[in-house]
């Protein structure tokens, strides 16, 4: 069956104090690993979708990593308008974690 | 471009109701998923739609039933509800392939649904 375990749960960080989101998976034939954000109350907003071990993406001070097992958001600088809980999801019906609560505090 | 809607916003219900909610899919995207999200939770998958025809259902009993339009919006109906239905129900939609194609998903803002 396909999990996906993110770690930690909360996070809470000072403002420019750099950091990285974990996302263990195990899936029968990866097709694709997805980052969104979301804000309290609101829609997963998409982040980035990684396809293959290696690859890499960025947007703005997020960087999104994959390897085999797991995929890191890697958080640089992060200001307070970057406090969110962050998703990861695979496949196509999208099994997500249970999502990591950023805070950025000023 | 328009974006994925959903409406109502939020809506109250009484247990043993039966609620139907609506999406608009987003431009050019034929496929539509709908998700479950607890509070602090993570959105649970219900089932997809691809051109119409329901193309894949996760754990969810059958009084939650949906469809798609031509226009490819979509409803979910829930019947029979229980206090446990209370949560943030998401629509998603992509341009659309089978079920397990690589696609990226957009979802809409949710529609906020509290069973007393």
């Known amino acids: 069956e396909d999990q996906v375990t993110q770690s930690p749960e909360a996070l809470r960080l000072q403002e420019g104090e750099s950091s990285s989101l974990n996302c263990s998976y195990t899936?029968?034939?990866?097709?694709?690993l997805f980052w969104y954000r979301q804000d309290p109350g609101k829609g997963p907003e998409f982040l980035f979708t990684?396809?293959?071990a290696g690859e890499e993406k960025e947007k703005e001070r997020l960087k999104a990593t994959l390897t085999k097992k797991e995929s890191f958001l890697h958080i640089t600088a992060p200001k307070p308008e970057d406090s969110a809980t962050y998703l990861c999801?695979?496949?196509?019906?999208?099994?997500f974690g249970t999502g990591t609560s950023l805070t950025v505090i000023p | 471009e328009t974006g994925v809607t959903q409406s109502p916003t939020h809506l109250i219900k009484t247990r043993g109701q039966q609620v139907t909610l609506r999406c608009s899919s987003q431009?050019?995207?034929?496929?539509v998923s709908w998700y479950q999200q607890a509070l602090g939770q993570g959105p649970q998958f219900i089932f997809q739609?691809?051109?119409?025809?329901?193309?894949g259902r996760g754990n969810f009993p059958p009084r939650f039933s949906g469809l798609q339009f031509p226009n490819y919006s979509s409803e979910l109906n829930v019947n029979a509800l229980e206090l446990d239905d209370s949560a943030l129900y998401l629509c998603?939609?992509?341009?659309?392939?089978?079920?397990?194609?690589?696609?990226?998903?957009?979802f809409g803002p949710g529609t906020r649904l509290l069973v007393l």
């Open positions: 998603a939609s992509a341009p659309g392939l089978a079920l397990g194609a690589q696609e990226t998903q957009y």
């Open positions: 899936v029968s034939g990866l097709r694709g």
């Open positions: 999801a695979v496949r196509r019906e999208f099994y």
């Open positions: 431009s050019g995207h034929n496929t």
């Open positions: 739609y691809y051109r119409e025809e329901e193309n």
């Open positions: 990684l396809y293959s």
